[in-house]
């Protein structure tokens, strides 16, 4: 990921991580795994559920997010959506660096 998260940066835009998980857990698996931008807790599900992407139940496990990407311009409008069901599916990064570059 690192590669890309420099592309978009190189194009202008930041990457934000948001997860319906503490702040405390996030920084620590931050730290691990060395991520390089800001994750944010979204622990109440507030975000998830403004952006359509809350599961109501996942394997057991109540409010979670959808793993999902959005691109949202500077006026806040959303340029690109993805988001799954499939809690384990990787999304395609190609289409998130599309969608930047016509913002350039």
Do not use: C
């Not at 996030?26 to 507030?46: E, K, N, R």
């Not at 109501?56 to 340029?79: M, N, P, Q, Y």
């Amino acid at each position: 990921m690192g590669s890309v998260a420099g592309e978009i940066k190189s194009l202008g835009a930041d990457l934000v991580g948001i997860a319906v998980t503490a702040t405390f857990s996030q920084m620590a698996f931050a730290q691990h795994i060395g991520i390089g931008f800001p994750l944010l807790s979204d622990w109440d599900g507030t975000i998830s559920a403004a952006f359509g992407v809350r599961y109501e139940e996942w394997k057991g496990h109540v409010g979670l997010a959808k793993r999902s990407i959005f691109v949202i311009d500077g006026a806040g409008t959303v340029r690109y959506a993805w988001s799954t069901e499939n809690a384990e599916e990787l999304p395609l990064l190609d289409p998130v660096i599309q969608a930047l570059r016509s913002l350039a």
